[in-house]
């Protein structure tokens, strides 16, 4: 294993992983639960599945002070989009600015919060869930390699992958910024060429700037939530 990865805690149950790191950890610790019993997702909105099925794992990374740290979902979201292509050898799309998307539907999402100088990244990753053990209410269509393909598979060698991959982007993106890990992102992403809407603004989405920004109608956005129209 390499930096991402260490020191390694597990445990059973937890609310959230997301609340068992902290500005005493040092950058690569990582924690994993088997289950949360109140995992979100962004906008406060909660991310659940049955014990044992999924990754959910946290990492803690430490940027530099200034860096443009909500790029790290989209970096993240490299990492899990690459994993999830080699498990299931099919191609994964990234639906700006945190999700996984599969066939269309959502199989992981990432989850960039920044506190006390660290970033705590939460990925959150769909593997081996039937689609009756799915949310049903999601907004955006959920699904699980599972339901892809039909295989279960065990756990820790993706998540070992996704750190692999996480850990090489990262520090890519800690020397170069955006544009290191920017081709495998562009490529990938899901609403190019769609109408959306994102906080109340609608228009074609034309692909990432440089910077990660959402272009609708050739206007930058920094964040927000996108709603396919
Ligand atoms: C989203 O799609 O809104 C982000 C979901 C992030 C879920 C992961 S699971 C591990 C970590 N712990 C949490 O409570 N959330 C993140």
Redesign the pocket.
Known sequence: MGRLGRPYHYVEET?????LLGPDDPEGALAV?RH?T??????G?R?E?PPGT?????VLLRPAAGAPIQQLSLVGGLAVAETVEVALDLSAQLKWP??VMVDRR?A????AEARDGIVVL???LNVNQTRGQLPEEARVAPASLRTVDGVERDLAPLLADVLARLELHYDAWTAGGLDTVFDGIGSRDFLRGRRVRVDGTEGVAGGLDRAGRLLVDGRPVESGEVELV
């Open positions: 609310e959230t992983t997301q609340a639960a949360q109140a995992g979100r997702g962004r906008f909105r991310w599945a999924s990754i959910t794992a946290s945190n999700d959502k992981a999402g990432i989850l939460g990925i959150g």
